[in-house]
């Protein structure tokens, strides 16, 4: 069997399961070349001439039974094949952490331009909530001549950020740190902060589709209005930025609960695949005292 004989079929499994399509992958050719990907070692993606390769027997048991998890369990793929992507960089992930699909993620790999245009003036950097470490390391790579802080108040998610951090060889400028929001921190101020907090509102916990289910709901619960640890992030960030420093929070379906909750913050809405209504950006002067 080749990998486009099995893709054929998997797809056509996916379609007849009640499944929800999501976590970086839209549809059932995304999960399905996501698992090819995986076991041929691919990288992010299958080339189309890579479709005509035969599969080794183990391979497609590893295949068949990956899809078994996807569809029985409602295991979201990253969890089956412990592996999340954004862009060309590869991370670790297990259901103790949130699967990787901040749209911040995308900015940072263009620098965060234009807002800003020297990456050498970022010298100390945070990653709040930091889940996997992926924002951290993105971080990282973005801004060659900063030391990043990854905090989370999740021991268990820190783990998986350390073998992340390792993983992309940042140890001697990434450090991982347990911390409730800024409760560790005091003290400590950054050029940028970057931060992809819980923000799921209650209602939507409730409806929530058992593939997000076996996300930790601690990294995705935000209160009743899914503004709980947006609102405490605001009320302290600007004692923890430098002069000129950049906020940069991601707020999911929550711009318009936001911008009516702090109706005199003047929030820049920063462009995403997805449109400009998900991540906002704050200068250290614009933030509450």
Request: glycine share 8%; proline share 7%.
């Amino acid at each position: 069997m080749t990998l486009r004989q099995w893709r054929q079929g998997a797809v056509a499994r996916l379609r007849r399961a009640p499944v929800f399509f999501g976590h970086g992958y839209p549809n059932a050719g995304a999960e399905a070349d996501a698992l090819l990907a995986w076991v041929t070692c691919a990288g992010p993606g299958v080339s189309r001439e890579g479709l005509d390769t035969v599969l080794s027997a183990e391979q497609r048991l590893r295949l068949d039974e990956a899809l078994r998890h996807r569809i029985e369990q409602r295991l979201p793929v990253p969890y089956v094949t412990g592996e999340a992507w954004i862009g060309p960089l590869r991370f670790e992930v297990t259901p103790q952490v949130l699967i990787p699909r901040s749209f911040i993620g995308e900015l940072l790999l263009e620098g965060l331009d234009p807002w800003i245009a020297d990456p050498a003036r970022v010298l100390r950097a945070l990653d709040l909530c930091t889940g996997s470490g992926c924002l951290a390391i993105l971080l990282a790579l973005a801004f060659p001549g900063a030391t990043v802080d990854a905090s989370d108040v999740s021991a268990a998610a820190l783990e998986v950020a350390e073998r992340n951090i390792l993983r992309h060889e940042l140890s001697d400028r990434v450090r991982a740190l347990r911390s409730d929001l800024f409760a560790v921190l005091a003290g400590r101020r950054y050029d940028l902060i970057v931060s992809n907090p819980p923000y799921v509102d209650a209602a939507a916990m409730a409806a929530l589709p058992a593939e997000y289910r076996h996300e930790p709901a601690l990294a995705l619960a935000g209160g009743l209005d899914g503004l709980t640890l947006v609102d405490a992030i605001l009320r302290t960030a600007r004692q923890h930025l430098e002069p000129g420093g950049l906020l940069v929070l991601e707020v999911g379906h929550n711009r318009a609960a936001l911008e009516a909750a702090w109706p005199g913050l003047p929030f820049t809405w920063l462009d995403t695949h997805a449109g400009e209504d998900f991540v906002c950006l704050l200068q250290q002067e614009d933030l509450p005292a």
